[in-house]
């Protein structure tokens, strides 16, 4: 009997309680932010969409390596004697035409391990999160700064070099073959 | 009212369908500016802002919301049985629109002054289990129908207290017209039953703190009879998805939130009648002051709606403060907690009105 | 003549308000009482051991995140000081100091969900709101320094990814600070509430036996009165510098074992985390954070296990290494998949709305248990 009364009380008082704390709440100011119009500072950390300082790149194709999703395609073309392709901000010197640097966003995770190993830092995070597409197509960013027909003339340009070179190596090993014939 | 639309137009029916139309009007405010609060007041307590896009401070939000649900396709499942599927929400919305027949909204503006107000109130609302029952078992869903007989349990078993709570006022009163019993608490709040009544005496003052009781009861199992948190288990969200109407959408699903808010505010009314003098004003009629007559009716509807709107926040504050019961914990808060106290409320209060 | 009846049976999931996330539960009914509860899981498989057989290692910290989102930090701390014992690191103090605070801030963070979420399956959905709002606090003072709010890839072999940021230590007192009255503030709105306690107190009582047999961790354990906590029964990184206590369930509103003290448990111990804040956030030594981090991480062979006390129970990773560059077997014993199996015994006899409870105050996260 004791324990009915008592139940009847704890009820009562209980939620008299809660009703207190949620009145006070009434006139507490909102906590929440109108997003589109107001928006956060973010931290100077922030981890969101990748960019790419193609000025600075070198092709090492570190980051890609150290990416756990694959989300990063680069390809690169060997650049050819007398070509000059300038030097990083870091004085690097490059040596790689940077032909293809796609990052996929769509599959990126963003943990930054592929911003650590880039030796000129060129890949960073940046602040901006809202860049969704309605195509998964469009979420494919390019960074390589080479249109495509420049990259199609620097193979180009990479594989005559190359043909050139061969062509060289094969007359120089033919000549010494040949000189080395008489002497045999 | 009747009578003089009656006197008016000559013709009974289209007397009977412009008295009516006063509380759809009432109705549908109450839904649409219900709605808004629910979000509002919800929003407010939980620190947030609520609505604020459409229109002036969200105020058009439940309007838009109303437009879209009218435009919706009514998609329906292929098992259901449609005959009682679209029936259930019309019976339930008819079961609490009835009940404004019998509530005065002020000394004029009233549908029938029924000498039987408060009886009919009890017995029409009950009409509302019924259409829960046919939506939940005519969805064909195991969720709606599990929320359907909870429903029904519940209701039934909540107008218990409510009648007996209702009976005791009726001991005190003498009458069973709303009208009669808002009458009896004029002048004074101090007037109102739940301060024990319009008489000076000793009476008056041992009555105040079972009033008291009895407007704590009354209000709790009013409470679970229009299906509000804590007693929203025939709607629990997080057990039952939606309840009965898992299953419904446009507006067919709008019937049924158009009948709980409509509920609400018939129950915030019978509350306030039967403890907080129903129109009357707690301090007196501008009207009376400077000789205006017409005034005072749109002062009482006025003051009617007031406390009506003032449950009804009250109804939403322990929305938003409290956790929801179980449905076991429902019946015994009824049959063990709820029905003797209102009993021992009664037999005092019959006891003290004897004396 | 006897009616024939049959049960009914109710998929509750995988789209259900309060399955959290994508269990699907198959209950067999009859009217409300439930007679038998079957999970499903699977719907969130991620094969996350498979996956990490052909990472790096340090490329598989950032899948450890995922492995319970809601306290991604544990994971790492636990992957981490495994491989660190695969290879015999020793992190540098600093390190240790900030991983510590770091796991502690993120407890408080995933007890503040499942305390939330615990009372909004019941039905309080206002706490559950005050409880994020709090947490946001939490995730803003680790998005300053490791720039996620969620997935932090922050604890790495051998150090972290960043130092702390210059504010942190001040952010993390004055969070301290304020989270102690809205600790109070939550007992009177929903502990204390007569109609929480009537939902919670007495139901899914978990028995030690039972808790014990079914390999339960964390605080489903704890909530059946076991003072078993691997911080101090097992001490891994610097937890046995620190005082703090071990609350269990003492059946304060019920039985011991039931779901009010499982909820009890959290809350408590994010008081005791608030504590080894404290104690740890002024002692913070200077140094290199990523001084140990081996340049490159090939583990000598051999098998490692190492476990932690992650906020849903015993976390632990088990690695073959073969000598390469890529861990050659991963296994992770969620503390969520192995505390779900206690479900089935605690939900027989109970009603639907107790399942909703009991499956709220164990606490799972689904990227854990189907990984």
């Not at chain 2, 301090?283 to 709606?305: C, K």
């Not at chain 3, 952010?171 to 306690?197: C, Q, R």
């Not at chain 3, 190492?306 to 000598?323: H, T």
Request: proline share 4%; hydrophobic share 45%.
């Amino acid at each position: 009997m004791n324990q009915y009364f008592k139940n009847t009380w704890l009820g009562i008082y209980t939620v008299l309680v809660g009703m207190k704390i949620t009145f006070k709440h009434l006139f507490t100011p909102a906590v929440t932010i109108q997003y589109p119009e107001v928006k956060l500072k973010l931290p100077e950390r922030e981890r969101n969409r990748l960019y790419v300082n193609m000025d600075d790149c070198i092709g090492c194709d570190q980051c890609s390596r150290a990416c756990p999703v694959n989300c990063i395609e680069i390809e690169t073309v060997k650049s050819i004697t007398g070509e000059d392709l300038g030097t990083t901000s870091n004085g690097k010197k490059k040596a790689l035409w940077v032909t293809k640097f796609n990052i996929d966003f769509a599959k990126c995770c963003y943990c930054q391990l592929c911003v650590f190993p880039c030796p000129t830092d060129c890949i960073y995070m940046t602040d901006v999160f809202e860049f969704s597409e309605y195509d998964r197509n469009n979420l494919v960013y390019k960074f390589a700064t080479l249109t495509e027909e420049e990259a199609s003339e620097k193979k180009l340009n990479f594989e005559k070099f190359t043909a050139e070179k061969e062509a060289q190596k094969a007359e120089a090993a033919a000549k010494q073959k040949d000189e080395q014939k008489p002497a045999s | 009212m009747y009578q003089y639309f009656y006197d008016l137009t000559g013709n009974t029916i289209i007397a009977t369908l412009i008295v009516a139309v006063f509380p759809l009007v009432n109705v549908l405010l109450v839904a649409l500016i219900g709605v808004y609060l629910e979000r509002k007041v919800s929003a407010w307590i939980q620190d947030r802002i609520g609505p604020n896009r459409t229109g002036p401070l969200g105020l058009f939000q439940t309007v838009a919301d109303f437009l879209k649900m009218l435009q919706k396709e009514d998609a329906t499942s292929t098992e259901i049985d449609s005959k009682l599927y679209n029936i259930a929400p019309v019976l339930v919305f008819t079961g609490s629109f009835a009940a404004y027949a019998a509530i005065p909204f002020s000394s004029k503006l009233i549908g029938s002054e029924a000498d039987v107000g408060i009886f009919y109130v009890l017995a029409i609302s009950s009409l509302v289990v019924g259409g829960i029952l046919m939506a939940g078992w005519a969805s064909n869903n195991k969720y709606s129908m599990l929320g359907a007989m909870r429903s029904a349990a519940q209701i039934i078993s909540y107008e218990i207290p409510t009648a007996i709570i209702v009976l005791s006022i009726v001991m005190f009163t003498g009458t069973l017209s709303l009208d009669k019993i808002s009458d009896m608490q004029t002048a004074s709040f101090w007037n109102w039953n739940i301060f024990g009544g319009a008489e000076l005496g000793l009476t008056k003052f041992l009555m105040i703190p079972f009033m008291f009781i009895g407007f704590l009861i009354i209000f709790i199992s009013t409470l679970a009879e229009v299906n509000r948190t804590p007693f929203d288990i025939p709607e629990a969200e997080s057990e039952l998805v939606a309840g009965y109407f898992t299953e419904y959408c446009g507006m067919k699903w709008a019937m049924f939130m158009l009948s709980e808010y409509g509920n609400m505010f018939a129950v915030s009314a019978i509350v306030s009648i039967l403890f907080f003098g129903g129109y009357h004003s707690p301090i007196g009629y501008l009207g009376n002051s400077i000789g205006v007559e017409w005034l005072i009716p749109f002062e009482q509807a006025f003051w009617f709606l007031a406390k009506g709107w003032f449950f009804i926040l009250v109804q939403m504050w322990l929305r938003w403060t409290l956790p929801r019961l179980r449905v076991d914990q429902l019946m015994s808060l009824c049959w063990k907690y709820l029905i003797p106290y209102a009993f021992v409320n009664l037999i005092i209060i019959g006891i003290i009105s004897l004396l | 003549m006897a009616l024939k009846t049959e049960h009914m049976v109710l998929n509750m999931g995988p789209q259900h308000p309060s399955t959290h996330g994508v269990l699907r539960l198959e209950l067999e009914i009859e009217g409300e009482l439930v007679n038998k509860v079957t999970p499903h899981l699977g719907y969130l498989h991620r094969c996350f051991e498979k996956h990490a057989e052909a990472m790096q290692y340090n490329q598989v910290v950032p899948y450890t995140d995922r492995l319970d989102y809601l306290a991604s930090i544990g994971n790492n701390f636990g992957y981490a000081l495994a491989v660190e014992k695969l290879m015999g690191i020793q992190v540098p103090e600093r390190v240790e100091y900030i991983r510590v605070i770091m796991a502690e801030l993120q407890r408080i963070a995933s007890h503040l969900v499942a305390i939330g979420s615990n009372g909004a399956d019941i039905g309080a959905l206002t706490p559950f709101l005050y409880l994020f709002r709090d947490r946001e606090h939490i995730l803003s003072i680790i998005e300053e320094t490791c720039g996620a709010r969620m997935l932090y890839n922050y604890i790495w072999i051998g150090g972290l990814s960043h130092d702390i940021h210059p504010d942190f230590v001040r952010k993390t007192k004055e969070f301290v600070n304020y989270f102690k009255p809205t600790i109070v503030e939550l007992d009177n709105l929903l502990s204390f509430n007569k109609i929480f306690i009537e939902r919670t107190a007495n139901i899914g009582i978990l028995p030690v036996d039972t808790a014990i047999n079914f390999g339960a961790s964390g605080p489903t354990l704890r909530g059946s009165g076991i003072k078993f906590d691997l911080r101090r029964d097992d001490p891994y990184s610097i937890y046995d510098r620190f005082d703090f206590e071990i609350p269990v369930g003492k059946g304060l509103m019920g039985t011991v074992g039931d779901c009010w003290d499982r909820y009890n448990v959290r809350i408590r111990e994010m008081e005791q985390s608030l504590r080894i804040i404290e104690q740890a956030v002024d002692n913070i030594p200077e140094g290199d954070v990523q001084s140990a981090i081996p340049k490159r991480i090939k583990p000598p062979k051999g098998t490692v296990y190492k476990r932690v006390e992650n906020p849903r129970g015993e976390l632990g990773y088990f690695i073959i290494s073969d000598g390469t560059v890529n861990p050659f077997r991963v296994k992770v014993r969620a503390p969520s998949f192995v505390n779900l199996e206690v479900l089935g015994e605690l939900c027989k006899g109970n009603l639907v709305a107790d399942i909703i409870a009991i499956l709220g105050s164990i606490d799972i996260v689904l990227g854990e248990v189907d990984r």
